[in-house]
């Protein structure tokens, strides 16, 4: 299966993880819980660092001339060009990604679960457990998660977001606060300061606790089948036959086919449209499951997911129908 998970110096593919569940396309080291900050370096394939060079291009005399605002990133571990980007630009190493998480693991139980590089080198990323989960019903179970991201070709922001994965599904659905929105992006034209950013992301427990509140209200919900079917439609602008072929899987995922769709939590349920909405963006979408777990976490999807929840939030404290397709 092609995926666009990166390959060491040795062959081994990029990527490490805890747990006996082999995640994305088999590939990956294995790890123990608790493993060092350095393992998981060796291990996930982080311990490169990147540098910048000037840019050099040639006209149509075939004179080598100077590009001097632009700077070329590459590994240094293998020479490979990894983006061009601004003189200003400032790189977050690999390993700051890791190392964001070290006091959090040591001090307050986090537990890292997967990590690292996608596209050659150009993104980075580490996830880890906070240690909370709580249940929607008697199957339907959340867990809590610290996301930390980043890429040194100019198309991310280094992001740390909080998100919960439904354990069934694997479905993500980003845990909202009220002072950061869920997430935290540091540009890169600012220095990367890892204390600020947890900070500023909060990491409360009661935000997981408020968010699981609101899982179990949309669970409470009920939603009529046209009900469901014109939340589902008003999501996608796109009426052509992508928005529509969108439309039909959301809606089979969350009359039956989706994992735990069969829970009394999911049947029925605004819950259950939900979680129908994101398997089909986590899943489905999109050429890879690279490039949907990308999206997922942090780009289109997550914004689709975040509209549709606070649409479905709207609809349970109204019982209004218009609220369902009110952007």
């Known amino acids: 299966m092609a995926h666009e998970i990166a390959t ?10 805890t747990g006996s569940d082999v995640p994305w396309h088999g590939l990956g080291q294995q790890l123990d819980v608790g493993a060092s900050i350095e393992t998981w370096a060796e291990q996930a394939g982080l311990n490169f660092t990147i540098a910048g060079a ?15 605002s632009k700077q070329v990133l590459y590994r240094t571990d293998s020479g490979v060009p990894l983006g061009v980007v601004g003189n200003k630009y400032r790189v977050v190493q690999p390993i700051e990604i890791l190392e964001f998480f070290r006091d959090l693991v040591s001090e307050q139980g986090f537990e890292l679960e997967t990590a690292g590089v996608l596209f050659g080198g150009s993104k980075v990323w580490a996830l880890a457990r906070t240690g909370q989960e709580a249940k929607v019903g008697e199957y339907d179970i959340l867990k809590d ?15 740390a977001k909080r998100t919960s994965i439904r354990t069934v599904c694997n479905n993500t659905l980003n845990i909202g606060l009220k002072e950061s929105g869920g997430s935290v992006k540091v ?19 009661e935000d997981f606790d408020a968010f699981v509140e609101q899982a179990k209200l949309l669970a409470d919900t009920k939603l009529t089948d046209p009900q469901a079917i014109a939340f589902v439609r008003g999501l996608f602008a796109d009426k052509s036959v992508a928005g529509n072929t969108q439309t ?52 289109g999807g997550l914004t689709l997911k975040q509209t549709a929840m606070d ?13 369902l397709m009110l952007a």
């Open 248 to 299: 039909s899987r959301v809606l089979q995922l969350y009359s039956g086919s989706g994992r735990g769709s069969e829970f009394e939590t999911s049947k029925g349920t605004a819950w259950g449209v939900l979680n129908g909405l994101t398997e089909m963006l986590d899943h489905y979408q999109g050429k890879s499951q690279d490039r949907r777990l990308e999206a997922s976490w942090l780009y």
């Open 8 to 17: 060491m110096l040795d062959g081994r593919a990029a990527m490490a993880y």
């Open 54 to 68: 000037e840019v050099l291009y040639q006209d149509q005399n075939k004179n080598l001339l100077l590009q001097g």
């Open 145 to 159: 998660y610290l996301l930390l991201a980043t890429a040194c070709d100019g198309t991310l922001k280094t992001t």
């Open 187 to 205: 540009a890169h034209s600012t220095t990367f300061d890892a204390q600020s950013v947890k900070q500023d992301l909060g990491l409360r427990a």
């Open 311 to 323: 649409r479905l939030l709207a609809f349970a404290a109204t019982n209004d129908e218009q609220v």
